[in-house]
């Protein structure tokens, strides 16, 4: 080990911007030399504590952070060193510091979401939603006054199981009217209390889940028109903004906990952990948790294409007809949706089976034990089409215009990958930087139908003509025209 530093190091002094883990690091490098070392003096350190001092052969090189130390910038530190040698350093470290700079922010980042739940006085809500899109946060935001139930307090649980009369006893003695009710769908015999009190009391009720399996297979009382129906999805491009990071969307999905996690990895592990603990087991949806397993893989290996119930009853050794209820248990617990065919034909045979989707690419990536996916893979463009879909189905409902979305695919393999509303506009998807293929797809449908528009969404980074009836639009374009209502 060198026992001295080189003396060109201290040729000249220099001032430079820098991250503060240069400064550890030259504390560390300096205590392996003679005659260098990193020290505080007490007398500053008492004076300015936010100072940090360096002292190399008798000379006081003194820091000071400008601005809070988590975010830990603003250094500027004079030093006798090679600046070559340290301009090196720094790029590599402030990187490091900036990846972290942006993940405390994500920490610290208060999404406003772009779903609004405004009722009249004589109307309450559902608010659907698939566990840990921010039901709770959304309505603690919007509905501060209420009084709240949370029916995941086990002993209030209990309570109200056995007796739901005693929930009209418990709102008398509340200033407030306006009532919250979160995990609704555990107490599904809860409803006929709650129909009453809106009835005889003129309460107002907001009513939360994350399953609607009970009420569609329970015929459970729905409030006969009383309650409008809301649904959050996870989080959106309108939502982040500058802060949206496509390539982290696609690997670990748009679920606010995990898109903006520390340890996106850790925490979908445990969401499919969880969602199979309790979901599943505690509601007794199905006793074969093995089969169901298997069943779920299966299932995120051929996300977004054609449903095939005898290739994935073979792959989970059950049957076809078991399969058939394991994509329902999905469907009503809110964790995937389908997409369905279109079906008005002129003059081709069409394919009419479905394709599934689970809610969020993330979920995807955590049951296959992705960790990366790279641009120009058949599992990255997968990904890509998931996530455009995902911002048409939440557009689609945020608006309020209810248009269908569907795709088209003939019986010789020819496919528009999205259409939105009545062939209004039609769309190819693709993860590609170049895109050079005509689109047949467009092409073979714009002979039957009228479209408005023809669009190709892709990561090419300038918009086009790629002829005068077809646009190719890069993915952020896109996107924010169609938060702007200016695609549907």
């Known amino acids: ?16 911007n820098i991250p503060p883990p240069i400064f550890y690091l030259i504390q560390t490098i300096s205590s392996q030399f003679q005659h260098c070392n990193v020290a505080v003096p007490p007398a500053v350190k008492q004076k300015t504590p936010s100072f940090r001092v360096l ?58 979401r772009f779903q609004n739940i405004q ?120 939502e982040l903004k500058d802060d949206f990071d496509l390539d982290r969307a696609l690997v670990f999905g748009l679920l606010p906990s995990h898109y903006l996690s520390p340890d996106s990895e850790m925490d979908l592990k445990s969401y499919v952990n969880d969602y199979l603990k309790e979901e599943i087991q505690a509601e007794a949806l199905t006793r074969n948790i093995p089969a169901f397993s298997r069943f779920l893989y299966s299932a995120a290996l051929t996300n977004g294409m054609l449903l095939n119930y005898s290739n994935a009853a073979r792959d989970s050794g059950v049957s076809a007809k078991t399969i058939r209820e394991y994509y329902q248990i999905l469907e009503d617990t ?32 955590a049951l296959l034990n992705y960790k990366s996916l790279s641009p120009g893979t058949m599992e990255y463009g997968r990904a890509f089409e998931h996530f455009i879909l995902h911002e048409c189905w939440a557009y689609r409902h945020y608006s309020r215009l209810d248009f269908p979305i569907t795709f088209w695919r003939t019986a010789g ?48 980074p300038l918009p086009r003509k790629l002829n005068a009836n077809i646009t190719v639009l890069p993915w952020k374009i896109f996107c924010e025209m169609l938060w702007a209502g200016q695609i549907i």
Request: some cysteine; proline content about 4%.
């Open 1 to 16: 080990m060198m026992k001295s530093l080189p003396a060109y190091l201290f040729q000249k002094e220099e001032l430079i």
């Open 55 to 112: 002292k190399v052969r008798g000379f006081v090189f003194r820091a000071s952070c400008s601005m809070h130390p988590p975010l830990g910038v603003g250094i500027a530190v004079i030093f006798m060193i090679n600046k070559p040698l340290l301009l090196i350093i720094t790029n590599i470290l402030t990187q490091a510091s900036n990846y972290h700079i942006k993940q405390n922010m994500r920490n610290n980042m208060i999404v406003k």
């Open 119 to 238: 009722l009249p006085a004589n109307r309450s809500a559902f608010l659907w939603g698939p566990r840990k899109t921010g039901k709770t946060t959304l309505l603690k935001q919007q509905f501060a006054d209420a009084f709240w139930i949370d029916l995941l307090d086990y002993d209030l649980f209990l309570r109200l199981s056995q007796r739901p009369a005693l929930l009209g006893q418990i709102l008398e003695a509340q200033s407030s009217k306006t009532v919250v009710i979160d995990e609704v769908q555990k107490i599904p015999h809860l409803m006929d209390e709650i129909h009453r009190l809106i009835e005889n009391k003129s309460y107002r009720f907001v009513l939360s889940g994350s399953s609607a399996r009970k009420f569609r297979r329970g015929h459970v009382n729905l409030l006969g028109g009383r309650a409008w129906r809301f649904e959050l999805y996870p989080l959106v491009t309108s």
């Open 334 to 365: 809110l964790i995937g949706r389908q997409l369905m065919p279109w079906k008005k034909s002129k003059k081709r045979r069409l394919i009419e089976t479905s394709k599934f989707f689970f809610f969020d690419t993330g979920l995807v990536s």
């Open 413 to 460: 393999g020819s496919e528009v990958d999205l259409i939105l509303g009545d062939a209004e506009v039609v769309l190819e998807i693709k993860s590609s930087v170049n895109v050079r293929e005509r689109p047949k797809g467009i092409h073979l449908f714009q002979e039957e139908y009228h479209c408005k528009k023809r669009l190709i969404v892709s990561r090419e």
